[in-house]
């Protein structure tokens, strides 16, 4: 646990961290000194944090909160151009991670499992844009500009956030989680708590072209920086308190080990430190660190409770409209959904439209199979068991389909 002062002083951190580009040369966090200091984020999270504890205390009656995301890709090459199932990736990515469905929990050490968190919420790409049109929650736009880099101040636009400065506009960004994908600089990903971007428009998330989904290109090859900038948009401090190594600072949770720093790398546990000296060490494997995503696997449950608070608390009147289901009723009978059946290890796929692409992937995000279709109807056995994800890509610009199954 991080010193506690509710009336503690802290500074709101710029929310990125160290990564790696393409060649495998290490970025330094630009800006972040000058977001720390920014006079606008002086006092947020202690003033946040008073109010989140009477949440936590008092409300209890939580839905499934559901997040429709809508991503703009930014790109001024082909490379930057990249496919959309790196961005279902890490939709997946998402929705394992924060649910606790991730295969690789079997990583957490035996003294922090009774500590991990599993969150009721669920990420979808959105499929009803603001005019009420069929999306699918992917905007791919060419631009002239060949970098954007981190922002380093709350109080001017954000350039990749505006159609007029080579970006994209925000989609309203209480109905839809907006993140943008880019050639970014300075850092892997950024993002801020809503409302202290001086542009309501510019609140989401901006993240490299290069750490989106299983993209291959270590140490944040994962999805998993989408993930750690998420539950920054959700409340979440670092875990390390970002106090500069004094361990003094705090990330309000009670149940993560006062940490000296950030880590690099995946470490052999334990990691004792000048806070933690002895015992189990700290949580270098929790998603609010900087390790790597292989190494990275957990949120605690105070962190959980924590993010399912402070949405109840700072941003209740968000993603009230389903932006994720697309009714019926009332759209061409093309985009009913496809009929999913399983008989003697067998799995058939029928619509009323023509698929393109069947892919099948693990919970961990591995695509173990795939298959061009250019039909309506597809089968193929299933010669493993478990719990799978299968996503249906249509030959038209309708949305693609996932569906999650279980072979035994």
């Known amino acids: ?11 709101i951190t710029a929310l990125f961290f160290f990564c790696m580009n393409a060649s495998g040369q290490e970025l330094p966090p630009c800006g972040t000194s000058l977001l720390m200091e920014s006079s606008t984020g002086n006092d947020y999270y202690p003033e946040v944090n008073a109010i989140i504890e009477n949440y936590q205390s008092e409300k209890s009656d939580r839905s499934t909160l559901v997040i429709p995301i809508v991503f703009h890709l930014i790109y001024n090459t082909t490379e930057q151009n990249i496919d959309d199932s790196l961005i279902h990736q890490q939709i997946q990515r998402l929705n394992l991670d924060f649910q606790k469905l991730n295969a690789d929990t079997i990583n957490t050490p035996e003294a922090f499992k009774p500590f991990t ?5 669920e ?8 005019e009420g049109d069929i999306t699918n929650g992917i905007l791919r736009i060419a631009t002239d500009e060949t970098i954007f880099p981190s922002a380093t101040s709350y109080d001017v636009p954000d350039p990749v956030k505006h159609t007029i400065t080579g970006g994209s506009d925000a989609w309203n960004t209480s109905d839809y989680m907006n993140i943008w994908i880019c050639n970014l600089t300075g850092s892997t990903a950024y993002t801020a708590p809503p409302g202290n971007f001086v542009d309501p428009a510019d609140d989401g998330i901006v993240c490299h072209y290069n750490h989106i989904g299983n993209s291959g290109v270590a140490p944040y090859d994962l999805g998993r920086s989408i993930v750690h900038e998420m539950a920054h948009w959700l409340g979440l401090k670092h875990i390390w308190g970002d106090d500069g190594g004094t361990c003094e600072g705090t990330d309000y949770m009670a149940d993560t080990p006062n940490q000296a720093n950030w880590t690099a790398g995946c470490p052999d546990f334990p990691l004792l430190d000048a806070c933690t000296p002895d015992g189990a060490g700290v949580m270098y494997m929790n998603y609010m660190d900087y390790s790597r995503d292989d190494c990275r696997n957990m949120f605690s449950i105070a962190q959980v409770l924590y993010m399912q608070s402070f949405y109840d608390a700072i941003m209740p009147t968000y993603y009230t409209i389903d932006k994720c289901t697309v009714d019926d009723a009332g759209i061409p009978s093309e985009y009913e959904k496809a009929v999913v059946t399983f008989f003697n290890e067998t799995l058939t796929v029928k619509s009323n439209a023509m698929i393109s692409t069947f892919n099948i992937y693990n919970l961990n995000g591995q695509l173990l199979e795939t298959s061009n279709v250019m039909g309506s109807e597809h089968s193929v056995a299933i010669q493993y068991t478990g719990m799978f994800i299968l996503e249906i890509i249509y030959e038209s610009d309708r949305p693609g389909e996932r569906v999650k199954f279980i072979m035994n």
């Not at 968190?117 to 919420?121: A, E, R």
């Open 1 to 11: 646990m991080k010193p506690y002062c509710s009336k503690l002083t802290l500074i």
């Open 117 to 121: 968190g599993s969150m009721d919420i």
């Open 123 to 130: 990420f979808c790409l959105a499929r009803i844009s603001p």
